[in-house]
Nanobody
Framework: QVQLVESGGGSVQPGGSLTLSCVTS????????IGWFRQAPGQEREDLAC???????????HYADSVKGRMTISRDDAHSTASLVINDLKPEDAAVYHC?????????????????WGRGTQVAVSP
């Protein structure tokens, strides 16, 4: 069972930045793709970004069009950590942010293919 734990959320003023982290307890995580998602109250889960594992055939990172240029996903396999940097935070970025993995090295085409999820970290944006 892969366990993922998010951290780094908090309350930020508009225009600020945050770095969210996702740590996994599974040694094999270094081979898995990691994705970041968010869900605001009353809204559907939103796919943000995915970074493939080092053994994936397609090594490119993927971003939702709505966050390109403002969010950056990265991974540090030596520490079993994936991060999401969010710049220029806006009130509409307020949500619970989750990381997940499909348990495979490639980024899946759909969120439904993710098998393991963290509980999330809360991000609030207010003056």
């Amino acid at each position: 069972q892969v366990q993922l734990v998010e951290s780094g959320g908090g309350s930020v003023q508009p225009g600020g930045s945050l770095t969210l982290s996702c740590v996994t307890s599974e040694y094999d995580q270094k081979y898995f793709a990691i994705g970041w998602f968010r869900q605001a109250p009353g809204q559907e889960r939103e796919d943000l970004a995915c970074i493939p594992g080092p053994d994936a055939f397609d090594r490119s990172t993927h971003y939702a069009d709505s966050v390109k240029g403002r969010m950056t996903i990265s991974r540090d396999d030596a520490h079993s950590t994936a991060s999401l940097v969010i710049n220029d935070l806006k009130p509409e970025d307020a949500a619970v942010y989750h990381c997940g993995t499909p348990g495979l090295s490639s980024c899946p085409p759909a969120a439904s293919e993710y098998r393991y999820w963290g509980r999330g970290t809360q991000v609030a944006v207010s003056p």
